[in-house]
């Protein structure tokens, strides 16, 4: 414990690093806990789109999602999303639906607000387009 003391006090920023570190980890880890949106893989999103018809709702800015997209996906801002603006994802509400974003971490808050406007089965794709295309799993450009 003493060496513990010692360090802190020699490297009071790093320690102080390190608690905000921890503290975010255990932040995130518990708020995904009591999160009623589930992250799902890549195999699972891939499952839930083939098995069970689920709807695809890319939340990426307009020209992000024209270089590439997974085929189908709705294009859908958050902006339209706090807005109650579903537009055509609005028939969808009993379907699946799985919120993807660029990297997996900006789309929570989406996913979320659909969770709360009704649409029962809403879930995150994990690591977002990254992770997709990282995989080599198709993407489609245009539209």
Do not use: Y
Request: glycine content about 10%; charged content about 25%.
């Amino acid at each position: 414990m003493q060496e513990i003391m010692q360090f802190v006090g020699r490297h009071p920023i790093l320690s102080l690093a390190w608690v905000g570190l921890l503290a975010a980890v255990l932040f995130m880890t518990f708020k995904g806990l009591a999160s009623k949106v589930k992250v799902v893989t890549r195999g699972e999103a891939t499952r839930l789109i083939n098995k069970e018809d689920a709807v695809v709702v890319d939340v990426r800015q307009r020209d992000d999602f024209r270089k590439g997209h997974i085929a189908n996906s709705l294009n859908v801002l958050p902006t339209e999303i706090k807005s109650g603006n579903f537009g055509e994802l609005e028939k969808h509400k009993a379907k699946p639906i799985i919120v993807v974003c660029a990297n997996g971490v900006s789309s929570q808050e989406s996913a979320a607000l659909l969770h709360k406007a009704g649409f029962e089965q809403v879930s995150l794709l994990k690591e977002g387009i990254a992770g997709w295309s990282g995989e080599n799993l198709p993407l489609v450009r245009g539209k």
